[in-house]
Structures are given as C-alpha cells and as structure tokens.
C-alpha cells in the first residue's frame, strides 16, 4: 500500500507539472482599443515577475502584469503565472530542491505579444534583486525579435512607433519589490508622466528597505545556495546553523540600496516578528518626510497575524504616522527562496522634497 501511495504521489507531480505547462487563451494579453489620448499620454505599464508579493488587487490593475517564472526540479519544469498557482498548495517538503529562474522567450511571448506592443508605450520593468533573478534577459530578447513588427503595428493605429523598455533593478525581492510597484503604480494613476516616473522609480531603492524573517532558515540556506551568487553571501553565513548558534534560531536578514546583510537574531521566529515590528514602529515615529509606506507579507493567515498585539501596536503607529500599511500574502514563487510558512516586510520612506 505504500509503494501505491508513492507511485500515485509521483503520477500526481507529474501530471501537476504536466498541467502547469498548459496555457488557456484566458491568460493571454488582451488587445484593446487604442485611445487618441495616448498621442499626448503615453500609457506606461509596470512589469514584475512573479516571485513579488502581489496582491489581488495589484494583480487586477490594468497597469501592471507579473511575467512567469520557471520553476525546475530535478526532472521536473512548472511555469509560476502568479494566479492560481500550484506552488500555493506545496509543503515544505515539496518546495525544497526547487529552483526560480527567468521564464522562457515562447513562455513570454505566448502571454505578452502582441497585444502588449499595443496597450502600452512605456514598459517599465522593476526587477528583483538581480543576484537572485533577473528576467529582462529574455524580455529584451523577445521585443528584439519582434521589432520590426511591433513598430509596423503601432504605426497601422497611429501610435508613437517606439516601445519604450525600461529596466529598474529594485535591489529588493519578495514584498520589497511589490511595495516599490504600488509607489510606481501611484504615480502613473496621479498623471505622473511615464519618462518621470521612471526616474523616480529608479531612486526607490535608496529609501526602501527590506525584512525576511524564515520560518525554517536551513531551507533559505540551500536555496540560496542553489543560486551560488558571491553578494548572497551574508544571508547565507546568517542561516547556516554553526553549532554555537544554535540557541540563536531565527535570524533577522535585511537588504537595502547598499546590498544584504543580518545584524539581528532571535530565539525563534514569534520573537524575531516581535522585533521586527518594533524597529519599524519605531523607524515610523522618527520619520519627518513625507507618509510612509509599509507592506507586510506572511504564508500563512493573515487573521492570526492581525490578532497579534505586536502587530495591532504597530498598525496604530502606522496611523499615527500616516503610514500606507498593507498586509498581503507572500507570493507562491517567493516560499521557494524565503521558505514555508515565512514574513516578508518592507518600508519606504520617502525623502523631503
């Protein structure tokens, strides 16, 4: 009975990374009308691949798409959409060994092209950390390839016949890189010219910073280890579990403008949480700019999570200060890296005027 057990489980892997593989017409680019506004406004769309931490409703503006992941085991391929995703319903036990990488050029082609080459003039594509993915690669490749065509069909509806690609490293991953798109997000909704909004969006990285608090480190450890990039190096020394470290579980890692590092542990994950949201309280209380903004993200319930008292401090701090707080899911892609059952926190300070 157990050998049928793990022959079903392994069937059921297969057929579920058979599935993942298979696209609907449902998940295409949509064409739509050209507006004569655009002559004058050009209409910038906000690119982010599928490991930010996105939610619902970020994923139904019209000005944002997550571009798909590649998700690799060993024999094994799923394509990560973001919506629906399979990697949501895997443990921990089926996410270690997995591997994130840049989508393929027919993966993105299939979702994107044509119709995108019309609805859009800017595409402003704010990317993870690169040491930890980088996807323009094959999207420069794809509208490289197109861009004879796509300059024909934006000259037959009498648009500007150029296709402004713009690549913005976020220097931050997970809810960090999602909390810089809704800024970018922001400014475009105000009217903030694309060309504008793209300079700014290129010196968020200087106020924004980022939090990862593992729920298993040893699970962060190999999976960054997968990716075997040198600047990962002080969260991987910060997850490893040298044995006088032991007593010290759950480490703190932090990344900002100036790269990664950890300066903080705690015995165990609830006490890390407790002192990551004081030092953000406290980090609100002593800003002097311009409102905060603030996006916490948890695999797991997002109702326990607001039943904590750390959490209800920190939410009326938030709005003592003005603060932009959301509190969403983390994404399915990003449990593969931050690993099951982890928080992800970000904030942004803007500076004076």
């Not at 769309?45 to 599928?50: C, G």
């Not at 490293?169 to 475009?188: C, F, I, K, P």
């Not at 579990?241 to 790269?259: I, N, S, V, Y």
């Not at 959490?311 to 959301?326: F, S, V």
């Amino acid at each position: 009975m157990q050998a049928e057990n793990e022959q079903s489980a392994e069937k059921n892997e297969y057929l579920l990374g058979f599935a993942s593989t298979q696209q609907q017409r449902a998940q295409r680019e949509s064409l739509l009308p050209v507006d004569p506004a655009r002559n004058t406004a050009p209409f910038g769309i906000v690119l982010l691949d599928a490991s930010a931490d996105v939610s619902s409703s970020m994923a139904d503006n019209p000005r944002l798409r997550l571009l798909p992941l590649a998700v690799r085991w060993p024999g094994r391929t799923l394509l990560e959409k973001g919506s629906g995703s399979k990697l949501r319903h895997l443990n921990r036990e089926r996410l270690r060994g997995a591997l994130l990488q840049p989508p393929t050029l027919d993966a993105l082609e299939y979702r994107l092209y044509p119709p995108l080459a019309i609805n859009a003039d800017w595409l402003i594509h704010l990317g993870t950390r690169h040491a930890l993915l980088d996807v323009s690669p094959p999207l420069q490749q794809m509208l490289e390839a197109h861009a004879g065509e796509i300059r024909d069909l934006r000259l037959q509806r009498g648009l500007d016949p150029d296709l402004h690609l713009v690549l913005v490293e976020s220097g931050s991953l997970l809810s960090g890189t999602a909390l810089q798109a809704r800024v970018l997000l922001h400014w475009l909704q105000a009217g903030v010219p694309a060309s504008e909004a793209v300079a700014r969006a290129r010196r968020l990285r200087e106020h924004t910073r980022l939090w990862l608090l593992p729920q298993h480190p040893v699970d962060t450890f190999e999976a960054l280890q997968r990716i075997g990039h040198d600047s990962l190096g002080p969260w991987l020394q910060a997850c490893s579990r040298p044995l006088h470290r032991l007593w010290q579980r759950c480490p703190l890692l932090e990344a900002d403008g100036r790269g990664l590092f950890c300066d903080q542990k705690a015995k165990n994950w609830r006490a890390a949480v407790s002192t990551l949201f004081a030092d953000l309280g406290q980090a609100l209380r002593e800003h002097r700019g311009p409102a905060p903004w603030l996006q916490i993200s948890l695999d797991g319930s997002l109702r326990d999570l607001q039943s904590w008292p750390e959490y209800e401090a920190l939410r009326e701090q938030a709005m003592a200060a003005r603060a932009n707080l959301y509190l969403t899911h983390m994404s399915a892609a990003g449990r593969v890296w931050a690993s099951a059952g982890s928080l992800s926190a970000a904030l942004y300070l803007p500076p004076l005027p």
